[in-house]
């Protein structure tokens, strides 16, 4: 199972995708050290994902609706936290 899900982790991440877009994005945009930003976040989040998927840790997660309860409530809650930092950038804005 661990192989598996390794084998299927790598070709995920091998293959071109929104992650790319947003990496070429943010550099085009705003420069060489905010793609190089970007792209560590991104590496960064898919690693904690794929050492969890792997350790079958999310299906512990999934399994126990207070952890989940928690886990949607501290996603919600930075979401709005981006959407508010968003709004109060908006005067700021090279373009």
Do not use: E
């Amino acid at each position: 199972m661990f192989i598996w899900s390794a084998v299927a982790h790598l070709i995920a991440l091998t293959s071109p995708g929104p992650d790319t877009a947003i990496v070429i994005r943010q550099t085009s945009i705003y420069g060489r050290a905010d793609g190089i930003k970007a792209s560590l976040g991104i590496g960064i989040g898919i690693y904690i994902h794929c050492i969890l998927a792997i350790n079958g840790i999310s299906l512990i997660v999934l399994a126990n609706d207070t952890y989940k309860l928690l886990i949607s409530l501290i996603g919600s809650l930075y979401i709005i936290y981006l959407g508010i930092s968003m709004l109060k950038k908006k005067g700021r804005s090279k373009y």
